[in-house]
C-alpha cells in the first residue's frame, strides 16, 4: 500500500520536501531502486517522481544503473560530497581530537584524521609524535585518495558503483612515486583486500620509506565519514608492531564511530 504524503502547503515548499524525501529513502536503501517503486514508498504520482529523479540526476545527487532492460535510481556523487561537507565541520573534528590524540601517544607514531573529498582525501587533524620524521600530511592538505591509506579505508567503504563513477579510467588515477594503482581494475582489486582485512594501508605510495595504515569512521547509518591513520618508516616497524598499529587505528575508528552513533 502506498504511504501517502504529508499535507503541505505551497509549491515551493512542496518540491523541496520531496526531493529531501527522495534523498531520504535512497540513503536508507543499500541498493538503487526503480522510478515507479521510489514513487510507491513515498506515495508520490510517477510523473513527479520522474521528474524529481531526472532533477536530482541533472545534479549529481541521483545516479542512474541501467541493466536488463531496467534502470535504478541511488544517491550520486554530489550526495556523497555533501556528506563529506558535513563531517568537515568543527563538531565532528572536536570529537576526533581526543581520539586522535589517544592514538599518537598509544602507537608513538603521526596519527592523522581524514575525510573523502570527491578523488581527493582531505586531512582534517594532524598530530604529530615526538622524534618522528615529517610528513607531506598535515590539516587542509589534500591527497588523491587512492595512494592513501586513509583515501583506501573510506573508498573501501563506499558502493563499488560510485568509486567506478570517481575513478572510470587510468587516467583519473595518478601516482607520486612508482606505486600506486593505475588502472580502475588494479584499484577494485586494492579495495576487494582492504574489505577482507578491514583496515587499509599503503607502503610508499605517498611518499618513499613511508607507510600507514588507516581504519574508516561509519556514522549512526553506517556511512563511511572520516578515517584515522597513523604514518611510520616503513623500515623501523616489524611485523609485530604493525598488526599493534592495526589494532589501535581500528579501535580509535571504533570508539569515534560509536560516539557517532553506529552500531545503535
Same mark, same amino acid.
Given at each position: 500500500?502506498?504511504?501517502?504524503?504529508?499535507?503541505?502547503?505551497?509549491?515551493?515548499a512542496r518540491g523541496a520536501e520531496d526531493v529531501l524525501r527522495v534523498l531520504g529513502l535512497l540513503t536508507r536503501r543499500?541498493?538503487?531502486?526503480? +522510478?515507479?517503486?521510489?514513487?510507491?514508498?513515498?506515495?508520490?504520482?510517477?510523473? @513527479? +517522481?520522474?521528474?524529481?529523479?531526472?532533477?536530482?540526476?541533472? *545534479?549529481?545527487?541521483?545516479?542512474? &544503473? &541501467?541493466?536488463?532492460?531496467?534502470?535504478?535510481?541511488?544517491?550520486?556523487?554530489?550526495? *556523497? &560530497?555533501?556528506?563529506?561537507?558535513?563531517?568537515?565541520?568543527?563538531?565532528?573534528?572536536?570529537?576526533?581530537?581526543?581520539?586522535?590524540?589517544?592514538?599518537?601517544?598509544?602507537?608513538?607514531? @603521526? #596519527?592523522?584524521?581524514?575525510?573523502? *573529498?570527491?578523488?581527493?582525501?582531505?586531512?582534517?587533524?594532524?598530530?604529530?609524535?615526538?622524534?618522528?620524521?615529517?610528513?607531506?600530511?598535515?590539516?587542509?592538505?589534500?591527497?588523491?585518495?587512492?595512494?592513501?591509506? @586513509?583515501?583506501?579505508?573510506?573508498?573501501?567503504?563506499?558502493?563499488?558503483?560510485?568509486?567506478?563513477?570517481?575513478?572510470?579510467?587510468?587516467?583519473?588515477?595518478?601516482?607520486?612515486?612508482?606505486? #600506486?594503482?593505475?588502472?580502475?581494475?588494479?584499484?577494485?582489486?586494492?579495495?576487494?583486500?582492504?574489505?577482507?582485512? #578491514?583496515?587499509?594501508?599503503?607502503?610508499?605510495?605517498?611518499?618513499?620509506?613511508?607507510?600507514?595504515?588507516?581504519?574508516?569512521?561509519?556514522?549512526?547509518?553506517?556511512?563511511?565519514?572520516?578515517?584515522?591513520?597513523v604514518t611510520y618508516r616503513t623500515d623501523d616497524v616489524d611485523a609485530d608492531e604493525h598488526a599493534a598499529l592495526v589494532?589501535?587505528?581500528?579501535?580509535?575508528?571504533?570508539?569515534?564511530?560509536?560516539?557517532?552513533? *553506529?552500531?545503535?
Amino acid at each position: 500500500m502506498a504511504r501517502p504524503a504529508p499535507a503541505r502547503s505551497g509549491a515551493p515548499a512542496r518540491g523541496a520536501e520531496d526531493v529531501l524525501r527522495v534523498l531520504g529513502l535512497l540513503t536508507r536503501r543499500p541498493e538503487p531502486m526503480p +522510478a515507479a517503486m521510489i514513487a510507491s514508498v513515498l506515495g508520490l504520482p510517477r510523473s @513527479s +517522481a520522474y521528474r524529481l529523479l531526472g532533477v536530482l540526476v541533472d *545534479h549529481g545527487f541521483v545516479a542512474i &544503473e &541501467e541493466g536488463a532492460g531496467s534502470r535504478r535510481y541511488g544517491l550520486g556523487v554530489a550526495a *556523497h &560530497e555533501l556528506g563529506s561537507a558535513y563531517t568537515r565541520q568543527a563538531p565532528l573534528q572536536r570529537a576526533a581530537r581526543p581520539v586522535l590524540i589517544k592514538l599518537v601517544e598509544r602507537t608513538t607514531h @603521526s #596519527g592523522h584524521f581524514a575525510v573523502l *573529498h570527491g578523488r581527493d582525501v582531505l586531512y582534517l587533524l594532524e598530530e604529530r609524535a615526538p622524534g618522528r620524521p615529517s610528513l607531506v600530511t598535515d590539516a587542509g592538505v589534500r591527497l588523491p585518495a587512492p595512494l592513501t591509506a @586513509s583515501g583506501l579505508a573510506l573508498l573501501a567503504a563506499v558502493p563499488t558503483r560510485q568509486v567506478r563513477a570517481l575513478f572510470p579510467s587510468a587516467a583519473d588515477l595518478v601516482l607520486r612515486t612508482d606505486h #600506486g594503482p593505475t588502472t580502475p581494475s588494479a584499484l577494485q582489486r586494492l579495495l576487494v583486500d582492504v574489505r577482507r582485512d #578491514g583496515y587499509a594501508g599503503e607502503h610508499g605510495t605517498v611518499a618513499k620509506d613511508l607507510s600507514s595504515v588507516a581504519a574508516a569512521v561509519r556514522d549512526f547509518t553506517a556511512q563511511p565519514v572520516a578515517a584515522f591513520a597513523v604514518t611510520y618508516r616503513t623500515d623501523d616497524v616489524d611485523a609485530d608492531e604493525h598488526a599493534a598499529l592495526v589494532q589501535a587505528v581500528s579501535a580509535a575508528a571504533t570508539a569515534l564511530s560509536a560516539r557517532l552513533g *553506529h552500531g545503535r
